[in-house]
């Protein structure tokens, strides 16, 4: 018998952490799971005093997630394990013991143990929301009540790899931008509360009336050194205003609607939920998860509120027999293209084949239009930072020649 130390946490979020004697491994996780907590990580250890520490903490502080692109690894595995005739008790039991990270494999440990119990694998999974999706959970439930495991694993592997992918085009396609905009922020910054109080103090000296446009930036210069803490609150304060009105509902809808009417922006947020709406749509149906039930799911992924909104009118026209593509036409939320492209795959009959025609048509449009994007913002960023210095230079130079008593 051997001491295994223990963080957890309960069905109330409290978190825990203790010790408890076992045989091995499994047998301590076990222990854990019967004083119906979750166990966040479990090491081997020498004998000691238990401690269990108890506290109320916020929903979700201790409940970390696995990162996408190891969950979207782990759903590969076991799609391969499971087409490769293993049982989908052992191959949680390979993939249990393959993963070096604690918390994957207390998780895994816990789905295979419920699954050797008699659990399906999607109830199993259910039990862990923070970390499987409602998206996941609902095609491992349509690939197991159709036979279809395998594939459906596949399927989700690939729409989580598209979907990071996605992601990181956007991320990376901000980097340049962010990096001159923070360096021309700083260089400026710099020149205003540094480089200009000095020429404050000379021509102070001079005691000569300045050109208005060294007045407008000595008095910028000044407003930003003796007033910076009021400034700082004054932004936090916005931040905080700005963060309010997004929790609020209507608020939220307002600036999602705003940023739809930008120009280049809007298209390109447009696109973006159109790909994953189309993506999203395509795997559910796939899988063989009805497409009202898809609808729903699809609904609460997207980011933008008014496209997520529009959503509830397309199920209305489903309920009432409309089809999808009736109501994506009355919306007037997705492009003519798209909607052509849905009508025409609902009245084939091969509508998830043409929603994934979609997602891929407009994953290309995103691309597209993120190097448009980039192609606009750095030159409009490196003439306004060239306007700003150049400001700053001419009103410096006006004041020397003015003092100089130099005319043109």
Not at 280 to 305: C, D, E, K, W, Y
Not at 363 to 387: C, G, H, N, T, Y
Request: aromatic residues 8%; contains cysteine.
């Amino acid at each position: 018998m051997a001491i295994y130390f223990y963080k957890a946490t309960d069905r109330a979020g409290k978190f825990l952490q203790g010790n408890v004697e076992a045989e091995d491994y499994r047998s301590a996780v076990e222990q854990v799971r019967g004083l119906n907590c979750f166990p966040i990580e479990v090491t081997a250890g020498k004998p000691g005093k238990q401690v269990k520490l108890s506290f109320e903490v916020p929903e979700g502080w201790f409940r970390k997630r696995i990162p996408p692109k190891e969950l979207m690894e782990i759903t590969q595995q076991l799609a391969t394990l499971v087409e490769s005739g293993f049982t989908l008790d052992k191959s949680l039991i390979l993939l249990s013991q393959l993963t070096e990270k604690p918390l994957t494999r207390n998780i895994l440990t816990d789905v295979q143990n419920r699954v050797h119990g008699g659990s399906s694998l999607a109830d199993a999974i259910a039990e862990h929301p923070h970390i499987f999706s409602k998206l996941y959970i609902n095609m491992i439930r349509a690939g197991e009540a159709g036979g279809t495991l395998a594939p459906s694993l596949t399927r989700l592997a690939t729409f989580m790899e598209k979907t990071e992918e996605l992601k990181a085009n956007v991320r990376s396609a901000m980097v340049y931008p962010s990096i001159l905009f923070l360096v021309g922020g700083a260089a400026v910054a710099v020149l205003i509360t540094v480089v200009i109080p000095q020429f404050s103090k000379l021509f102070e000296e001079m005691g000569q009336a300045l050109p208005l446009p060294t007045q407008i930036l000595l008095a910028l210069s000044s407003l930003l050194t003796d007033y910076w803490m009021a400034l700082v609150a004054g932004l936090a304060a916005a931040g905080v205003g700005f963060t309010l009105f997004m929790k609020n509902e209507k608020g939220r809808l307002r600036w999602d609607g705003f940023l739809l009417h930008i120009p280049l922006i809007g298209d390109l947020i447009r696109k973006i939920e159109i790909s994953r709406f189309s993506r999203t749509m395509a795997t559910l149906l796939q899988s063989g998860v009805p497409v009202l039930q898809a609808l729903t799911i699809v609904s609460s992924l997207l980011n933008n509120r008014v496209i997520a909104s529009a959503m509830t009118q397309i199920h209305k026209g489903l309920k009432g027999g409309r089809g999808l593509s009736g109501p994506l036409q009355q919306i007037n939320v997705f492009p003519p293209l798209a909607v052509h492209m849905i009508t025409i795959g609902e009245q084939s009959g091969e509508l998830d084949e043409m929603l994934s025609k979609v997602s891929q048509t407009y994953d290309k449009e995103v691309e597209r239009s993120i190097k448009q994007l980039i192609s606009l913002i750095e030159p409009i960023m490196i003439l306004f930072m060239a306007l700003i210095i150049g400001f700053i230079v001419i009103s410096i130079l006006l004041a020397i020649f003015s003092v100089n008593d130099i005319s043109f």
